[in-house]
């Protein structure tokens, strides 16, 4: 039975009511350990696994439309298929976690991480590879710590390494962590990060992982959470997994809900099932804004995501339809922002966010973001000009031709423009420095415009004081 | 001083027979020499480079690119604070403000005893438990400004012994017994996998 409450030692997960795919451990003290694991059948997916061909795994994982978990939403099986007849091939698994917002996947590694080796495993058999790279962002010292002891667990019992459980199959799974950059979470980025490089995206095409990723050879990037599904997708069938979920968004995700709700957390969520106002009201979720207060604003998919208004409360959690309102479900983070939020203040953090990763290489974005940052921290010292909004909005439209992914604005009659934003750069974390800008003058204008109008007048008063 | 020591310096070789091109494991490697002093020093970066066959100046060329590297000494504890937009909304900029004004220095600083350094850090994957901070690698959560001084108090006189030094992060370090290992293969020649080969549907013409 689940408690509806938050579980100590996996913190801030709550286990609420619902099918549970990739979190049915975390109830458990010791549900990192190899005793657990065990107990619980986390090897018996990739023991089912080993006893297919690898082309039946692959197509038992297209036909359950496991979507990944880390942004894009691409769905695994068919990603799987990109890779051409070539030899080496790798896998590299993609735990950099730092999109602004996002807290699941370290809860993955660092409370189950024998299920993420079990789901490694499993594709890389299913794609005839003998090598993964298990990609920990750097500041996840646990999350690292964790992973080492389950490795070295794994090897020991030969679940992972020469001969899989008795098997002529051998596999290793190499740990491997990072240094502190959210760019690197690109999957391009990660490649040359993993070479030993300075961690900047390559030009796609040519450099589709798939075809030429690691050391130029066929790789496949797949996030946490997304391959954290396989053990529980081999051992219980495509067509139970597709009981979860909705037609074409199947199963659970993990969603971080932060900011200004009364519980804030981590929940395990079927898709499609559960609209943003059962998420933020429910009892089985959040519980309701804060202190009884309004809802100004939330954030549907982390940072980089346009941002949603009360007028979307009663869109599905399935990336479709919030795509076409203008947004997306990225990395399952929503973030929640009462009617006391400064609208200002919160698209500047955001894009100094930006500004900061910027790696530098396309200049729209090196250029652009810095820029973006300053006008809008003159705006909110009060040293704002009455021409800054058209220029944020101009600069915005230089990184990502515009007009760019917005929601609708019911009462004004505005409407939404779909999702994804074209961009000018080689990758898309410039272009997403632009959706808090736009989608906060789109909504809050005024609260730019009081700002500017201010520090106008106050300069008006000091040039009446000379 | 600051090369490997010999001991490092096996953990090293172990690290590097884990990837098929030794450059591979730089990052980790830079990790080993900020464990071993607090900070990547330059000597360490030249032995790095002779250990995984790249210059100097490759070394410090992705050595630069990683906010986590620091090439002089830090505080014996560094402070993160997350002051990105979840944490933010919930007082992060606050805490911020509060740790500021406790130990006398601005994000950035290291208080003249050595022991703090501060940062203003971006999101740090713990967004519904916030305002939160990083020290060391190790997470507090859900912080008052008391527990924030609480913490500091800790730290001073010796009772938060769990926070390592920094420049360490997890505490067990991945081993893969020789007999146990798959087998790492060059990226030039290592062919299909055979078993893999023997279970295929039918024979895959390979393309000349
Ligand atoms: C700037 C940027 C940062 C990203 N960060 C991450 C990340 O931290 N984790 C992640 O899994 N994917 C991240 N992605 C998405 C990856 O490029 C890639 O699509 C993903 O890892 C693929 O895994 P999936 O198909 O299983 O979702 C990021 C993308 C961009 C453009
Ligand atoms: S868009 Fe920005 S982060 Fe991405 S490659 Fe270009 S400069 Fe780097
Ligand atoms: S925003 Fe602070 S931890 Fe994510």
Sequence with gaps: ?466 | MSRLTAQNQEVAAEIISRYPRAKSALIPLLHLAQEQDGYVADDAMEHLAELVGVTPAEVLGTCSFYEMFVRHPVGKYKIDICTNISCQLVGGEELLHHAEETLGIRAGGTTDDGLFTIEDVECIAACTEGPCLQVNYRYEYRLSNSDFDNMIEGLRDGSRDDVPPHGTLGLTRQHIPQDHLAGIGSPETTPMPAWFESRQPEPEAEGA
């Design chain 1, 1 to 466: 039975m689940p408690t509806n409450a938050y579980v100590p030692h996996a913190q801030g997960y709550v286990d609420n009511e619902g099918p549970k795919v990739v979190s049915s451990r975390f109830i458990h003290d010791d549900s990192h350990t190899l005793e657990r694991a065990l107990a619980t059948d986390a090897y018996e997916g990739m023991k089912i696994a080993l006893g297919m061909a690898p082309h039946e795994v692959a197509a038992l994982v297209k036909d359950a439309v496991l979507l990944g978990r880390g942004g894009a939403g691409f769905p695994a099986g068919i990603k799987w298929g990109f890779m051409p007849p070539v030899w080496p091939r790798y896998l590299v698994v993609n735990g950099d976690e730092s999109e602004p917002g996002t807290y699941k996947d370290r809860l993955l590694m660092e409370n189950d991480p024998h299920q993420l080796i079990a789901g490694c495993v499993i594709t890389c058999y299913a794609l005839g590879l003998n090598q993964c790279f298990l990609y920990v962002r750097g500041e996840m010292a646990l999350a690292q710590e964790r992973i080492a002891v389950a490795l070295n667990e794994a090897y020991e019992a030969g679940l992972v390494g020469k001969n899989i459980n008795g098997t002529d199959v051998s596999i290793d799974v190499v740990l491997h962590w990072g240094a502190g950059a959210y760019i690197v979470g690109e999957e391009t980025a990660l490649i040359e990060s993993l070479e030993g490089n300075r961690g900047m995206p390559r030009l796609k095409p040519p450099f589709f992982p798939a075809a030429k990723g690691l050391y130029m050879k066929p790789t496949i990037v797949n996030n946490v959470e997304t391959l954290a599904n396989l053990g529980w997708l081999l051992q219980n069938g495509p067509e139970s997994y597709k009981t979860y979920g909705s037609e074409t968004s199947p199963g659970t995700r993990m969603l971080a809900i932060s900011g200004h709700v009364n519980r804030p957390g981590v929940y395990e969520v079927e898709q499609g099932k559960v609209t943003f106002r059962d998420l933020f009201y429910g009892d089985n979720y959040c519980q309701g804004i804060r202190d009884g207060n309004e809802l100004k604003a939330f954030i549907p998919g982390g940072g980089s995501a346009p941002w949603f208004f009360p007028d979307q409360l009663d869109l599905p959690l399935e990336a479709r339809p919030v795509g076409a309102a203008g947004s997306m479900l990225g990395s399952g983070a929503i973030v929640v922002m009462d009617d006391t939020t400064d609208a200002v203040k919160a698209t500047l953090r955001l894009v100094r966010f930006y500004a900061r990763e910027s790696c530098g290489k396309c200049t729209p974005c090196r250029e652009g973001t810095a820029w973006e940052e300053k006008v809008l921290q003159r705006i909110l010292d009060g040293h704002g000009r009455p021409q800054d909004i058209d220029l944020l909005l101009e600069i915005g439209n230089n990184i990502s031709p515009g007009p760019y992914p917005v929601a609708s604005f019911d009462s004004q009659s505005l409407e939404a423009i779909p999702f994804p934003p074209k961009q000018t750069t080689i990758c898309p974390l410039g272009p997403s420095s632009v959706a808090p800008i736009t989608s906060a003058i789109r909504r809050f204008r005024h609260e730019f415009e009081e700002k500017i109008e201010a520090a106008v007048a106050a300069r008006n008063a000091g040039d009446q004081d000379d």
